[in-house]
């Protein structure tokens, strides 16, 4: 079953809908106060001097007040913090976080941006200044003069380019100073079992991704993702899956042309996306200008190996997509349709049309997809010639300190001749008991797996609670198949730096039971503010439904990540693990470098 996704293609845009337009208006904030004059900068610095931040321990008086602050987010070695112009922080004056000293640079009347220069803060981090009563307050505007007391007071202005005689001069070469992107990424992994006669395990991986248009008058680009990955164990080169641990993986490796002022849009080569809804394709897209918000493409080619990754002419696939996305619309409506075919093995394969939808309505988001399918009429899984083989929402709403989410999902298993031809018959079907012959003894069950998920959370300010659950059933045998929950606590601004968590999990499964606790404490590591680390333990009791007696595991671990600049992170994680079936030490590595080119 193709599974949706989201619209790769689109910008991305739904992690926080409102900071691109808020990022826009304090950097607008910030440049005005850079260009602008300096009497009146002069005269924003006298009304609100250094010590003004720096009096924060000093009870309140007549004419100031202390305010608590909170960081909303950190980009580009700017920080955005609550409140702001509204609540009395103005431009100039200083702020305290965690001990140090911070100016603030921008002002909006609801946010505030401070410069970190080498420092480094993160959302959530809390701090105080003081500010005037009186800025708090504010005075009224005098009235508005009404524009028709300046009727006929100014001709009309005539254009500077009229007065101009420009010469003509070479422009230079075509598509001097380009636009380029790139992204390096490493990662390395180790499991080591530490009984006798074990052996460790260890990946190691090291990839790029590079976006590049060499000419900026021609609409062209350049996309690469390609990553070179080793396994190390005894007995891997020999084990039956060998064969999916190619050494070199090429995820995308493509040309683009064109944007809305050209007639047509071509991406040719290994595209990451054949269409919001498919994955990899070794062929060529072809894009429409956009219409009223609404484009129409069109996609073909071959699939590559699933399992190495080479090139597979045997399985062939084509399809259209047509896409309406209208990003000025107050709910910012997207709606997607794909209609895809394949061919393998010389026979038509896959037959299906699915659709993904979204939309964003102030604290509402709302998503919605579904899949329908055709099958031959003597398929092999006994389908029915069109079935509904996906369907799923997911919402979520905010509401003041709190966020509530939902999402249902219905899907049944993906079935294929090309995937039959990869996996055992058992995987796509339920068959007849003690049959001889699993690919031709499906019993006809639909197979359909239904999820319902739940999850909360409610902010507190320095206390952050969340909560959730998930039920899954199968429709083959009416069963609950397994209810999972968990509770979590986080306590933050600890001595103004650290933080404490404390979290309970719960399973249940058909074969398994869990049930854990999981307790926490981290913050910047003393004397180097740009390594943050986590401590952890989180005992578990598990009840195995074969087993006569509780088994109980412990894994205790440590979370480290170094953000050694805002284009360098490091993260590194170490757990040891012990328990009645278990006796194992893990360690993961991953770094992420963005040279500036």
Not at 73 to 86: L, S
């Amino acid at each position: 079953m193709t599974t949706p996704v989201a619209n790769q293609l689109a910008p991305q845009r739904r992690r926080w809908p409102m900071r691109s337009a808020l990022a826009a208006a304090l950097l607008g904030a910030a440049l005005g106060t850079s260009l602008g004059g300096g009497d009146a900068h002069a005269q924003q610095n006298q009304q609100t001097p250094d010590d003004i931040a720096d009096d924060t321990d000093k009870p309140d008086d007549a004419e100031t007040r202390v305010i608590d602050i909170r960081v909303v987010e950190v980009a580009g070695g700017r920080a955005y913090i609550q409140p702001g112009e509204g609540a009395g922080v103005r431009l100039g004056q200083n702020v305290r976080i965690g001990g140090r000293r911070y100016r603030v640079v921008a002002v909006e009347s609801d946010y505030a941006v401070i410069d970190l220069g080498d420092r480094t803060l993160r959302e959530g981090d809390r701090g105080r200044t003081r500010v005037s009563i009186r800025a708090m307050t504010g005075s009224p505007l005098p009235p508005t003069v009404p524009l028709s007391d300046f009727e006929g007071q100014w001709r009309p202005a005539t254009p500077p380019a009229l007065a101009e005689n420009p010469e003509r001069v070479p422009l230079g070469p075509t598509g001097a100073g380009g636009n380029y992107r790139l992204v390096v990424f490493g990662g390395a992994a180790a499991f080591v079992p530490l009984v006798d006669e074990a052996e460790p395990v260890v990946y190691g991986t090291l990839g790029g991704r590079m976006h590049a248009e060499p000419w900026r008058e021609l609409p062209l680009s350049f996309d690469a993702d390609v990553a070179v990955s080793l396994w190390l164990g005894q007995g891997l080169d020999s084990d039956i899956g060998a064969d999916s641990r190619p050494l070199i993986n090429v995820r995308e490796l493509a040309a683009y042309y064109g944007d809305d002022t050209t007639p047509i849009g071509v991406g040719l080569g290994r595209l990451r996306y054949a269409a919001s809804t498919l994955g990899l394709l070794d062929g060529v897209r072809l894009s429409s200008p956009s219409f009223g918000n609404v484009r129409v493409s069109a996609f073909g080619g071959v699939v590559p190996n699933p399992l190495d990754g080479s090139l597979d002419f045997d399985h062939r696939r084509f399809g259209v997509e047509a896409t309406y996305y209208a990003p000025k619309a107050s709910w910012q409506p997207m709606l997607s349709v794909v209609a895809h075919g394949s061919m393998f093995d010389g026979q038509l394969d896959e037959r299906r049309v699915s659709a993904t939808a979204s939309s964003f309505f102030g604290p509402v988001a709302a998503s919605a997809y579904g899949e329908v399918s055709m099958f031959d009429e003597d398929n092999p899984w006994r389908n029915e010639q069109i079935e509904l083989t996906a369907a799923g929402v997911d919402a979520s709403v905010r509401f003041g300190k709190a966020r509530l989410g939902a999402r249902l999902d219905t899907r049944m298993p993906e079935r294929s001749y090309w995937l039959a031809s990869l996996l055992p018959g058992a995987w796509l079907c339920t068959p007849w008991p003690d049959s001889p012959d699993v690919d031709e003894a499906c019993n006809g069950s639909r197979d359909a797996r239904h999820s319902a998920a739940l999850d909360a959370q409610y902010d507190l300010g320095r206390l952050l609670l969340s909560a959730g659950g998930t039920v899954v059933s199968l429709s083959s045998d009416d069963t609950i198949e397994a209810v999972t929950g968990f509770a979590d606590a986080r306590l933050l601004e600890i001595f103004d730096r650290y933080r404490t968590e404390l979290g309970v999990y719960a399973a249940h499964t058909d074969f398994l039971d869990t049930a854990a606790v999981r307790a926490g404490f981290g913050g910047p590591m003393p004397l180097v503010d740009a390594l943050d680390f986590s401590l952890y333990y989180r005992p578990a009791i598990l009840r195995y439904s074969a087993a006569i007696d509780d088994k109980l595991d412990h894994r205790v671990g440590l979370d480290t990540l170094y953000t050694a600049s805002p284009r360098l992170d490091v993260a590194f994680t170490v757990e040891a693990a012990a328990g009645d079936d278990i006796l194992a030490l893990a360690a993961f590595a991953t770094a992420v470098w963005r040279p500036q080119l």
